[in-house]
């Protein structure tokens, strides 16, 4: 022997670090030249001193120390009694309730040297020695895994996970739970690294858990949250746990239902990196079980049909690995239930959960449906985009996988007994994606789609989603073809154009952020509708637009302009115009509006009716005698009745807005005004041509445009009312003054020579008067004004030559060097 044992062990033993420290390194340099039997002789003698220097009160000792030890240990062959030496002294140094080794190198180098330990004691079959040392062993780990270093954490888990590895289940099932509580505080930890550790730690042990006490449900109850850990390989750990206990554990079928939900998480994580690691691990887990399952499961794989309406790009699970989640399905209430969780996240992640769930099962869920239906239906409309997209998409999965006949009807009652948005979108998702839908299914949902509940409410995803699924039912009842009735394809056509009208009626003057997506798709199933009975969308309107009015309701209470049946009504009347068919059943909605509601609800309808009037000879497409009856009719009823003065703002403003409808009927109804007009409106002109409103009197004037022949004494009050306009305040109105009398249309009676030549020296007399205050107007700085009158007078001078010349003549007397009417004679021969 090379080494001097004596002086060796007096040199561990002094008090001088470099002393120490020089036996130290001489002992590791040995260690790489002696033989095992000359190493065991030395480390026999000296191991005692090397374990006491675990205690020096130097560092750089201690930490040598162990490295020392380390060496004789990996040299030599396993030894219980210095086994026991070492783990009994880790103990002393960790395993006390007060740690007594400060530094937290060292504190590692001793788990590392723990478990250096047990691979060595497991690789070379010596797996009774740890049993006997597992006291002292999971006493030194319990204090580790509390550590406040990470790595000691961490290389304690490796421990946990080696020593588990070689455990007999019985001997080590009563140091379990002493394991658990700490690693359940490493759940927790701000390291992602150290959860990783922690859940990998805890899979292992759940290996030898006794499935009679709830120590493995407690144990998965507290990782689940993991799988919304913001880490993805912290995610992918708790679904190589998942794997591990569905290959291992002895009572795994018992605990199933407990256990995939890490798997299925994984399978629908967001990061690509967690699914490829986990799938090809499910499907071996899949094919176990199959194994394990043969003479069953080889029976239904037989008859285990391709699902014609898959979703694309979805990979269908193996028949085993279905077969497992179809035996598990008492979960789904517990994954439903955390879809109503506060937290976003969780209701994400139970939703993304339930997709895996129903992805897997497929038809054997169905039966399911009615305990998840108002779950999914709720999450559909979940405030956060994200969680309701997910929702939408189980939806979808469930239509396309769910046997229809078994779910249709329990799809409808749950729509029908709640009206409302989240059961609307869950039941589109699923009906537009299922397969075999029947007539009378599509015609069942036409009728609730007209009921007021869902086509008359103000909320635009509502709206859309009733629009969508009038779309869906059209579509699907082309795939029907030649087997629908000819009286049902009318029911169908009837109730989708009522649904979709009333929709687009109510977003039409709406400030929400998506009524143009609204009208659009509105505008679409118009025309298909009106392809589909091979008519013009202006035919379906003439056809069924009565129906839609019909739902024009409670006019006759009082009423504002923010109401919905006046937003309907308002909305219908701008969609569909005016129109032969329905005229008489508008006006009476009208006038019921007139009667009851409040002066905006008012302004807001007669606002539509001038607008849409400005279409009437394109709208009413009807021969002239009938569509002048039509609007004589619509005149005297709707709007005549707000020509007579009343006091107050808001009669002044009706008078202001059925001025403004009969001058866009001036111009929408150009041949039928020139009739109504004179007879409905000549007698209140003259009031209203002085109204104190500027709107008023500006529609006044510009409906004189377009006014038609009037009776000499009808018109005479008339036309001297519009000549006062020349010196009216506003300049616009001077301007259409100047310009329409010109236009003033006199019918002389022709019976009487007497009273012809009267009615014509009349008129004559106002052409002179008129004239006159042209002239004398003209002399005004008013550029445009000047434009107007010179436009007038020249039409006035070709049919009164020798009247206009008089009128120019005396005015040009009465003025003193006006050079705009000596300017105006060269620019109009007519006056010389």
């Not at 079928?253 to 499910?282: A, M």
């Not at 929709?503 to 505008?523: I, K, P, R, Y």
């Not at 219908?572 to 019921?592: G, H, S």
């Not at 100047?738 to 020579?753: G, H, Q, R, T, Y």
């Amino acid at each position: 022997m090379s080494l001097n044992m004596e002086e060796m062990c007096e040199n561990l033993q002094s008090g001088e670090r470099r002393t120490k420290l020089s036996a130290l390194i001489l002992l590791q340099d040995q260690c790489e030249k002696e033989s095992y039997a000359q190493l065991h002789d030395i480390f026999d003698e000296i191991y005692l001193h090397l374990l006491k220097c675990y205690s020096d009160r130097f560092e750089s000792v201690r930490e040598k120390a162990v490295q020392t030890v380390t060496e004789f240990v990996n040299k030599l062959p396993p030894n219980d009694f210095h086994l026991m030496n070492i783990v009994s002294t880790l103990v002393e140094r960790m395993g006390q309730q007060e740690t007594l080794e400060s530094s937290e190198e060292i504190r590692l180098l001793y788990i590392q040297k723990l478990l250096t330990l047990i691979q060595k004691y497991t690789v070379t079959g010596n797996k009774r020695s740890l049993q006997e040392c597992y006291t002292e062993i999971i006493s030194v780990l319990t204090k580790a895994l509390r550590d406040a270093y990470p790595a000691v954490q961490r290389e304690s888990c490796a421990c946990v996970v080696a020593l588990m590895n070689a455990a007999d289940t019985i001997a080590i099932q009563p140091f379990i739970e002493k394991l658990t509580k700490p690693l359940y505080g490493m759940l927790n930890h701000k390291h992602s690294l150290a959860r990783i550790s922690a859940v990998e730690a805890i899979g292992r042990l759940a290996l030898h858990v006794d499935p009679k006490n709830d120590t493995l449900s407690q144990l998965i109850m507290e990782v689940s949250p993991l799988l919304m850990d913001s880490m993805p390989l912290v995610r992918r750990e708790c679904g190589q746990l998942g794997i591990l206990l569905a290959l291992e554990l002895r009572d795994r079928y018992s605990f199933f239902d407990r256990i995939i939900p890490f798997i299925l998480c994984c399978l629908k994580d967001d990061s690509p990196e967690v699914v490829d690691f986990i799938r090809p691990q499910w499907i071996k887990c899949g094919k176990q079980y199959f194994d394990e399952n043969e003479a069953e499961l080889s029976k239904q794989e037989i008859g285990d049909l391709p699902v014609k309406n898959y979703p694309p790009d979805v990979e269908r699970p193996t028949i085993g690995c279905r077969a497992i989640v179809q035996r598990s399905l008492r979960l789904l209430s517990l994954i439903t239930r955390e879809s109503n969780d506060w937290k976003v996240n969780v209701r994400l992640h139970s939703l993304k959960l339930l997709y895996q769930f129903v992805l897997h099962a497929e038809a054997a869920m169905t039966a399911k449906f009615f305990e998840i239906y108002g779950d999914v239906a709720r999450a559909c409309r979940d405030p956060e985009a994200i969680v309701s997209t997910e929702a939408m998409k189980v939806a979808d999965l469930m239509g396309r996988l769910f046997s229809y006949d078994d779910w249709i009807e329990h799809g409808f009652d749950g729509l029908v007994k709640n009206t409302k948005e989240g059961y609307l979108k869950c039941f589109y998702h699923m009906f537009a994606a299922s397969l075999g839908s029947k007539i009378d299914d599509i015609i069942r949902v036409s009728e609730m789609l007209i009921s007021s509940e869902f086509s008359q409410t103000l909320k635009p995803e509502v709206q859309l989603y009733v629009l969508k699924l009038v779309e869906t039912i059209l579509s699907k009842s082309d795939e029907v073809g030649e087997q629908f009735e000819n009286d049902k394809n009318e029911k169908l056509v009837l109730n989708s154009y009522v649904a979709t009208i009333k929709v687009m009626a109510l977003s039409f003057d709406s400030e929400q952020t998506n009524v143009v997506e609204l009208q659009d798709l509105g505008q679409y199933i118009l025309t298909k509708l009106a392809e589909r009975q091979k008519i013009t969308v202006a035919a379906l309107h003439e056809n069924y637009f009565v129906n839609a009015l019909n739902y024009v309701d409670n006019l006759d209470a009082s009423l504002d302009d923010l109401t919905e049946p006046i937003i309907l009504l308002n909305g219908l009347i701008n969609i569909a115009k005016l129109r032969a068919t329905y005229l008489p059943d508008l006006q009476e909605k009208i006038i019921l509006v007139w009667e009851n509601c409040d002066d905006s609800a008012k302004v807001k309808i007669f606002t539509s009716i001038s607008v849409v009037m400005l279409q009437w000879t394109e709208t009413i497409n009807r021969q002239l005698c009938e569509s002048t009856e039509l609007l004589t009719n619509f005149v005297s009823s709707v709007i005549e009745r707000h020509l007579l003065w009343h006091a107050g703002a808001n009669a002044e403003a009706m008078r202001s807005m059925a001025m403004a409808t009969l001058c866009a009927m001036s111009q929408g109804a150009v041949e039928e005004a020139r009739i109504v007009l004179p007879a409905c409106v000549a007698k209140y002109l003259p009031s209203l041509l002085e109204d104190r409103s500027v709107a008023t009197r500006h529609y006044s004037v510009k409906c004189l445009f377009n006014f038609g022949e009037v009776d000499v004494e009808q018109l005479k009050p008339i036309a001297y009312a519009t000549l006062q306009r020349l010196d009216d305040p506003s300049a616009g109105i001077r301007e259409l003054a100047a310009m329409v009398i010109p236009k003033l249309s006199p019918k002389f009676n022709k019976s009487k020579s007497e009273k012809e030549d009267f009615e014509h020296e009349i008129w004559e007399t106002f052409i002179r008067k008129a004239l006159d205050m042209m002239f004398l107007h003209y002399e005004g700085p008013e550029v445009c004004l000047q434009k107007s009158i010179k436009a007038s007078i020249n039409l006035l001078a070709a049919k009164y030559p020798e009247i206009c010349k008089d009128s120019y003549k005396r005015t040009v007397a009465m003025s003193y060097n006006s050079l705009s009417l000596r300017e105006l004679q060269s620019e109009l021969p007519l006056l010389i």
